[in-house]
């Protein structure tokens, strides 16, 4: 038993454990910030613009309360919010994920024209020893042809 927790210590103290524990706080808290952003920032404008709608109460009755019974509706301005939420949330991971794209594509051309600058220009021919292109089929000195 003790090993299992050993192990599950030692699981949960990787680095890519922690970052995705980290990250889903941070998403918990940016999906809020999202939230209230929509409703509380960009649908009143746009309820004011359509005629003072509220969106959040936007709702299509089915059945109406009755004494103890609780109304049945499709509460589509709730649905509204939430997808707009979504898109604004989506549109941020895109950015987000373009931007890292970005930075890996940039050094991973860094890294490979480090590689390309510290690659030999040239080569010794094997018959008269003198320096050619690495590109050479035929030696310039001793007019040899040269294998690849």
């Avoid at 009143?44 to 359509?50: Q, S, T, Y």
């Avoid at 590689?115 to 094997?126: F, G, L, N, S």
Wanted: neutral net charge; glycine residues 6%; aromatic residues 8%.
């Amino acid at each position: 038993m003790k090993e299992f927790f050993n192990e599950f210590k030692k699981f949960a103290m990787r680095g890519n454990v922690m970052d995705m524990a980290v990250g889903i706080i941070i998403g918990a808290a940016f999906g809020k910030i999202v939230s209230s952003l929509v409703e509380d920032v960009i649908m009143p404008p746009i309820g004011w613009i359509l005629g003072n709608v509220d969106f959040s109460n936007l709702k299509l009755i089915i059945v109406p309360k009755a004494g103890d019974i609780e109304e049945v509706a499709i509460k589509y301005g709730a649905f509204l919010n939430t997808v707009i939420s979504f898109i604004i949330v989506a549109f941020a991971v895109f950015i987000l994920i373009k931007a890292i794209n970005t930075l890996q594509a940039k050094m991973l051309k860094e890294e490979k024209d480090a590689e390309a600058a510290a690659a030999p220009a040239t080569k010794k021919c094997p018959y008269c020893c003198s320096e050619i292109a690495i590109e050479a089929t035929r030696c310039p000195h001793c007019t040899s042809e040269l294998k690849k």
